[in-house]
């Protein structure tokens, strides 16, 4: 088997392996699907190429979907969907305090104020502006205390507990999940 041929091989695996951590399948479960994937695949490869054996299996996402209706543990969280859901929210949080800083220091131009104006920005507690325009440019600075590094992390943690279910383990006994 070609060096390529190994290459598409481990690609359509590592997308399935993306696929099922994705759709909460565990670590050890997800080794042993990997495991018997690569196989059946290199198998298939000898017999009719790595091409036809890689149309066989058809999507590795579908096969991950259906591989882990198979093995789904309904008590286990989803550590990697909300850890990236999170993510996006306080990135999102950090991109509206950018943006409000800017529309900020657009007010304090429009104004014509020629002095130094200080604000803070009511969506984001603790974060404090400070612009001065005069003939030379504008200057503008941003202050980020304590209360805006707890909203960002009080949002992280919110969006990792809903969008990772990590209620989940707590509700094992009432599932009645013998797995």
């Not at 149309?55 to 789904?72: F, K, N, T």
């Not at 014509?112 to 005069?134: N, R």
Request: glycine fraction near 12%; avoid cysteine; hydrophobic fraction near 50%.
């Amino acid at each position: 088997m070609s060096v390529l041929d190994r290459v598409r091989i481990e690609t359509a695996v590592q997308r399935y392996d993306l696929a099922l951590d994705l759709y909460g399948v565990a670590g050890p479960a997800r080794r042993g699907l990997r495991r018997e994937l690569r196989t059946n695949l290199r198998e298939a490869a000898g017999d009719g190429g790595v091409r036809p054996a890689l149309a066989a299996i058809g999507s590795p996402e579908q096969l991950a979907r259906e591989s882990a209706e198979a093995v789904s543990n309904p008590t286990r969280p989803a550590w990697s969907q909300g850890l990236a859901w999170a993510l996006v929210a306080v990135f999102l949080y950090w991109l509206l305090s950018l943006w409000s800083t800017f529309a900020f220091m657009d007010g304090v131009l429009a104004s014509g104020a020629s002095h130094e104006v200080t604000g803070g920005i009511t969506l984001l507690p603790g974060t404090e502006v400070s612009v001065q325009h005069d003939a030379t440019g504008v200057m503008g600075g941003l202050v980020m205390r304590g209360p805006f590094w707890l909203t960002a992390l009080a949002l992280f943690l919110l969006v990792l507990t809903i969008a990772g279910r990590l209620w989940r383990p707590l509700r094992r006994s009432a599932s009645g999940y013998a797995g």
